[in-house]
């Protein structure tokens, strides 16, 4: 019933920029949080930024300053503009989203995952 879909990634040379997207459709859903997530092969899944239903946003160490997330409430989505990218940041991109749900507690949504290659 809900779905997450991620696009934007590719490959781009060290120093460029992407933006990632990610949708969520259904019904009956309050998003609390949208997170991005990213794994490397051989490393495990990472928290790259988060943000709140209130716009509180929180970023890795390894990003800060590179990184921007943000949230469209109204179209349920969110984006990850990455910018100055370094090799180290190629990983499997996933969006993320804590929903509230008729019947339930907190349940967590996963995207399929886009790839970010960032090579010369």
């Known amino acids: 019933q809900v779905q997450l879909v991620e696009s934007g990634g590719g490959l781009v040379q060290p120093g460029g920029s992407l933006r990632l997207s990610c949708v969520v459709s259904?019904?009956?859903?309050?998003?609390?949080?949208m997170n991005w997530y990213r794994q490397a092969p051989g490393n495990e899944r990472e928290l790259v930024a988060g943000?709140?239903?209130?716009?509180?946003?929180n970023y890795a160490d390894s990003v800060k300053g590179r990184f921007t997330i943000s949230r469209d409430n109204a179209k349920t989505m969110a984006y990850l503009q990455m910018n100055s990218l370094k090799p180290e940041d190629t990983a499997v991109y996933y969006c993320?989203?804590?929903?509230?749900?008729?019947?339930?507690?907190?349940?967590?949504?996963w995207g399929q995952g886009t790839q970010v290659t960032v090579s010369s």
């Open positions: 993320n989203a804590r929903l509230q749900r008729p019947g339930t507690l907190l349940v967590d949504y």
């Open positions: 943000i709140t239903s209130g716009g509180t946003t």
């Open positions: 259904g019904s009956s859903f309050r998003i609390i949080v």
